[in-house]
């Protein structure tokens, strides 16, 4: 029997429909086994890794264990998906050639292995073979079956290695930081070897914009008039009062054109999306980790090629044409028929042979898909469309203006083609109006105006800018930077988007820096990242890479001081729980556990006031003050439906107010 093994079921039962035609379904230990007509060869689906690699359990009292003795503990493979590793258990008994059908990429590569390895501690001795491709559509499919390969041993082996490296960091760490807090159980505060520089980036801009001190700087800008009126910007920031208003005095009643040039500027195409472009992109209206999830249904279903790749080239060997012509029949065809004018792809820097950039290789229409999947597959059908499209061209005018010795300037640009912004909708195309002008032609000065502003600080992270970072730094993968973003919001570290550090996360970031500060920088990481590529290319062992990290953070606990680490944590996350002052006593009030969480008064137990709290949901205290009383706003966000805010002490007295009213009434 032919044994075919996908990464999930839905992967299986649509490679076995494209393979075979006529179908039948069985189950073994309740696991989906599709069947060819003739029972001879035969598909099913893991559900990603089915092996978990972990410490043995005399490892797993954190109190107990030396830290130290995590970094060369043996570690064990646990299988978590027991039927699915009997049901291949079963299969690989009468099957005498295996082909991995996983995702190819290297933690497809490894889930494929792993399940090879069950296989083959029941029939040691069977065939197999790799299937790889880019989108599950039947040309694909039939043409990765006809060019099957071998399986990549080495990039399995890179992938086991960050799962090593990655397990090390995580348990070392984590506990380091949640022993010294006192932080344990589901309170856990967890450390990683890419969370924590990701982290640092997060609270560092924080700091930058709350130790901001504004400059107040002025400019001047007047209006002109030839024929028609227009405004002029004076080419000066001043950074002195006196300095403008001496300009600004000087300014008469006409200027000079000193300068006017009018061009044609082409604007550029959009790259092709690889995963953080694409990320970046659909973060814009709904979170990456949800965009992912998304878009991975939609590579499973047929719609859009592999999600996950760094490529931004279309190799030669994808039928571009062809694939646009899909859509003359569809919703896009306005947008089709602009691409098959143009037809020459944009191309970015980056080119790798995995994978293609990001591409839709089936039409859907709205009826298919929910209002989510067609907002994601829309994307990447206009971004696909708007790569092969002309590009927009622009009607520029500059003209430089003399007042007195005081110089103007001014800009004003129509769009002649809109080319590829008539295809990709998401970016809006402004175009700002400067009349014809003549060098030496004298225009009357309407009015002027000498403008006081201010310096603002940086802009704080989105989701989408801090994927971009991590990309910039070598932070995590394609596969990965989405993920570990989420880490972050549900361990309570950040919130909202614009992201915010918590109080926790100034926390842990300062105890690092202080006592450990090169877990919080992305050297190590980057490295890791340069030695994954290297043991995929067979020029370096995954013992010598595991070794080093061993090494690495041997070093870190000889360094640190667990007693003040876990002071400067334990005072952030004091402040992370305080909601105001006092209206009884004057002291502080922080968010409390007992028996449920309240508010309570640092001042107990000789002042008793306190204030109930929803005892679901995870409680946040947001920035925002009340305008009443000054007391935090907090924010509660139910594992299901919307997130609301409130003020504890307003929604006390409205509560005490509606009690007395009941009693009286």
Not at 391 to 411: L, P, T, Y
Not at 623 to 642: F, N, V
Not at 649 to 658: Q, T
């Amino acid at each position: 029997m032919w044994l075919i093994v996908t990464e999930k079921d839905n992967t299986a039962r649509r490679i076995a429909s494209i393979l075979f035609g006529s179908v039948s379904t069985k189950k073994i230990n309740g696991i989906n086994v599709y069947y060819s007509k003739d029972g001879d060869s035969a598909v099913v689906g893991l559900k990603g890794h089915i092996v978990e690699l972990d410490y043995p359990k005399e490892y797993n009292n954190w109190s107990k264990v030396p830290l130290k003795s995590l970094l060369r503990a043996r570690l064990v493979k646990r299988v978590k998906e027991r039927r699915i590793a009997q049901t291949l258990e079963k299969l690989a008994k009468e099957a005498d050639r295996v082909t991995i059908a996983t995702d190819y990429d290297r933690e497809g590569e490894l889930i494929g292995f792993e399940a090879l390895e069950i296989i083959r501690r029941v029939n040691p001795k069977v065939r197999v073979d790799r299937a790889k491709y880019s989108a599950i559509t039947p040309s694909e499919i039939r043409n990765a079956f006809k060019n099957r390969t071998e399986v990549n041993y080495n990039l399995a082996k890179a992938a086991e290695t960050r799962q090593i490296v990655d397990l090390m960091w995580g348990a070392v760490l984590t506990r380091l930081i949640s022993l010294s807090s006192g932080r344990m159980g589901k309170d856990f505060l967890s450390v990683g070897r890419v969370q924590s520089p990701t982290l640092r980036f997060i609270v560092e801009r924080e700091k930058e914009i709350r130790e901001f001190v504004p400059t107040p700087y002025w400019e001047i800008t007047a209006v002109f008039k030839n024929s028609e009126k227009f405004e002029a910007k004076h080419v000066k920031r001043f950074l002195k009062k006196e300095e403008a208003e001496k300009a600004f005095a000087r300014i008469g009643r006409e200027a000079t054109v000193r300068k006017f040039v009018e061009k044609e500027v082409v604007e550029g195409r959009p790259i092709p999306f690889n995963t953080t472009e694409f990320l970046r992109e659909a973060g814009k209206f709904m979170p990456p980790d949800r965009a992912m999830s998304i878009a991975e249904n939609l590579y499973m279903n047929g719609y859009i090629s592999y999600p996950r790749t760094d490529n931004t080239v279309y190799p030669k060997s994808l039928n571009l044409k062809a694939i646009v012509k899909q859509f003359l029949n569809s919703e896009f065809r306005k947008e089709a028929e602009i691409a098959l004018s143009h037809m020459k792809p944009s191309r970015g820097k980056r080119e790798t042979k995995d994978h293609p950039p990001i591409h839709p290789v089936a039409v859907a229409s709205r009826n298919d898909l929910s209002k989510d999947e067609w907002r994601i597959y829309e994307l990447v059908v206009r971004r696909f469309l708007a790569t092969l499209s002309p590009e927009a061209i622009w009607a520029v005018r500059q003209v430089e203006i003399d007042a007195n010795g005081e110089v103007f300037k001014a800009s004003g640009r129509q769009i002649v083609r809109m080319g590829w912004r008539e295809v990709y909708t998401y970016v809006k195309t402004e175009e700002t109006h400067l009349p014809k002008l003549e060098v030496g032609q004298v225009l009357q000065v309407l009015s002027k105006k000498l403008h006081e502003k201010k310096t603002k600080p940086p802009g704080r992270y989105t989701m989408s800018s801090i994927i971009k970072l991590m990309e910039k730094h070598n932070l995590g993968t394609k596969s990965t930077r989405h993920e570990i973003l989420k880490k972050l919001y549900t361990r309570g570290y950040v919130r909202g988007n614009p992201i915010t550090p918590t109080e926790i996360a100034f926390a842990v970031i300062d105890a690092l820096k202080k006592e450990a500060e090169v877990i919080t920088l992305p050297d190590m990481t980057a490295k890791l990242e340069q030695d994954m590529d290297r043991i995929e290319e067979g020029r370096l062992d995954q013992k010598e890479v595991v070794e080093e990290s061993a090494r690495f953070l041997e070093n870190v606990l000889e360094k640190v001081d667990a007693e003040e680490l876990g002071k400067v944590i334990r005072e952030g996350i004091k402040r992370d729980r305080v909601v105001g002052m006092c209206p009884e006593c004057g002291k502080e009030l922080e968010i409390r556990k007992a028996k449920g969480r309240f508010i309570g008064c640092t001042g107990y137990p000789e002042c008793r006031f306190t204030l109930p709290l929803p005892q679901k949901g995870r409680l946040e205290v947001t920035a925002k003050k009340c305008d009443k009383h000054g007391m935090s706003i907090l924010r509660i966000r139910p594992s299901k439906g919307k997130s609301w805010t409130f003020c504890p002490y307003c929604s006390y007295l409205e509560w005490k107010e509606r009690g007395r009213q009941d009693s009286s009434g």
